[in-house]
């Protein structure tokens, strides 16, 4: 009897500690929660250290919240049009148009926490600011 209880002992405790795994059902979501959902998962990945680019569509973020503070080197997928507010308050400190097919990019825009983020127009690729490629030694 005791070798019973033990093997449905063990059994429980395998059985309890496999973890389960829901599917999401995405249909009840809005559009816009959907993009919001998409966001804080990019910027859960970047904060780990597992994506290092990521595409911010149209849409108003804060620094910090949304998108984290550093520096970028930003592109656009196609063309896109940028505004970077210091915080909710103030008039915009940086607006710049950003056209692919030209060549066009911003090479380096330091986000500081706080910052408001308005990508007005197409989709921008947001990549780790890498410097100039030379030293001072």
Request: glycine share 8%.
């Amino acid at each position: 009897m005791k070798k019973i209880v033990a093997l449905l002992l063990a059994l429980l405790f395998v059985l309890a500690s496999v973890p389960v795994y829901a599917k999401t059902d995405f249909d009840s979501y809005t559009t816009e929660e959907l993009i919001s959902l998409r966001v804080s998962i990019n910027v859960e990945l970047l904060l780990r250290g597992a994506e290092k680019d990521f595409v911010v569509p149209i849409g108003v973020y804060t620094v910090g919240e949304d998108i984290p503070a550093g520096s970028y080197t930003v592109r656009a997928v196609t063309y896109g049009y940028i505004t970077l507010y210091e915080d909710a308050d103030s008039f915009y400190s940086f607006s710049e148009g950003i056209n692919n097919a030209d060549g066009e990019y911003i090479g380096k825009l330091t986000l500081e926490k706080g910052n408001i983020v308005k990508v007005l127009s197409g989709r921008l690729l947001f990549s780790p600011y890498q410097g100039l490629g030379f030293s001072f030694e």
